[in-house]
Nanobody, 126 residues
């Protein structure tokens, strides 16, 4: 059974940093592309960042480029999202996602990811 468990969310002031983690189980993690998405109240789920199976390719939403960094440790079955210079508009529930079919690709489309975590809340105050 595939499980993705996010952690590291919390409350922070604008300009601060947080690091989210997502640990996977029940999968051959190194075969999966991973993604981070977020959903703010009243808004649709949106792509934040993605990384391919090897970590050699990353993709970022324009809104977080230069502030967020996605990385992975295949030995620990974990993907990370380092979030710096946080803004109030970054407030959302952040979801981890995984898909094996992407292969070497990275996708920004939520319907290309098969597995999802339960989410972790990030709140940025001004």
């Amino acid at each position: 059974q595939v499980q993705l468990v996010e952690s590291g969310g919390g409350s922070v002031q604008a300009g601060g940093s947080l690091r989210l983690s997502c640990e996977a189980s029940g999968v051959t993690f190194s075969s999966y592309a991973m993604g981070w998405f977020r959903q703010a109240p009243g808004k649709e789920r949106e792509f934040v960042a993605g990384i391919n199976w090897s970590g050699g390719s990353q993709l970022y939403a324009d809104s977080v480029k230069g502030r967020f960094i996605i990385s992975r440790d295949n030995a620990k079955n974990t993907v990370y999202l380092q979030m710096n210079s946080l803004k109030p508009e970054d407030t959302a529930v952040y979801y981890c996602s995984a898909d094996m079919r992407l292969g070497v690709r990275v996708s920004k489309f939520h319907d290309e990811y098969e597995y999802w975590g339960q989410g972790t809340q990030v709140t940025v105050s001004s």
